[in-house]
Each structure stands twice: as structure tokens, then as C-alpha cells.
């Protein structure tokens, strides 16, 4: 579990730095393109997710603590959510969807660390091993839509030109399609 666990922070740190290299093109086939790996990696999250979910039933283990991994977790857990809605307000500013799509990755792996630290918290306290597999696959449905919206370079809203993003309250803070009573309606 920890070498999966490694391997995926290790292709998250990768990950990233490739992602802001080349966002910082604005050309719109590197735009397109960057959208689509990233559609990739929802999918191959959503399949690790549901991998280590199977593992953890079948091995009737969840979350074990360890004062790093608690301490990652509750940075990860103040400090993601800031830097998503942060990613969010640049992607509207900049209409770069690869960057907003980029932003929602990074709330995932928000719920991934509050889901760990309750199920860290359960654990401990009433041995509640299932508690954070159980909720962490509740992120895939998620997780699958975003992943296939990127690889397929869905826009809902598009007919002959894509819609502006926007990072309103309306918008959930750019988290959904621009609605009708957002603030660039």
C-alpha cells in the first residue's frame, strides 16, 4: 500500500511540472492536448482508486496511521482546497481549460486526504477499517466523468464556440459549466 502510495505522489510531482511546462504555451493544440492527458489521469486515478479499494476489502485493511502521513494529510487537507480555487480563478482569467480541469485533479486529491483522515480518525478510535475505502470509491463516478469529459474534449455548452470559463459562486467557483446568472452573463 505505501509503494502505491509513493508511486502515485511520485507521478503527481512528475505530472505536474510536465502540466505547467507546457501550459504555459498558449497555443490551443498543446491547449487540447494538455486536456486530455489530464482526462487520462482522471481515469487512471478512478482505477487506482477502485484497485486499492478492492485490495483494502479483500485484505480487510484501511487506513493505517503514522504521524507523517497524518501530517500530510491535514496539509494536504487546508492547503489544496486554497490552491484549486486559486487554479480556478487563473483558468477563468486566462480561459485556459487544461488549467481548470488541472484545479479539479487537485480538489480530488483534497477529498482523498479528508477521506483518509476520517477514516484514519475511525480506525483508530473504533476500528472502523472499511470507513475510508468505503468512502474514497465514492469519489470515482467523479472522477470517471471528468476523466472522459477531457479524453472525448467535451465542452456541454458548445455549439460554434466554447463558453468563457467562469469562477463566480454561481459557477461553484468554475467547479461546473458556466450557469445563466454568473457574472459574465
Known sequence: ?????????????????AEGVVAICDESEIEERIEKFIGWTFLALAAAVVAQTVVSFANRSGAEESVPGIVLALVSVTLMPTIALWKLRIASDMNLRSLAAEAKETLACSYLSVTLLIGLAFNALLGWWWLDPLTVILLVPWLIKEGLEG???????????????????????????????????
Not at 1 to 17: E, G, P, Q, V
Request: aromatic letters at 6%.
Open 1 to 17: 500500500m505505501h509503494r502505491t502510495a509513493k508511486s502515485l505522489l511520485l507521478f503527481t510531482i512528475i505530472y505536474n511540472i
Open 151 to 185: 479524453v472525448r474534449g467535451e465542452d456541454e455548452d458548445e455549439e460554434d464556440e466554447p463558453t468563457q470559463l467562469c469562477s463566480c459562486r454561481n459557477c461553484l467557483f468554475g467547479l461546473r459549466k458556466r450557469r445563466s446568472n454568473c457574472r459574465l452573463a
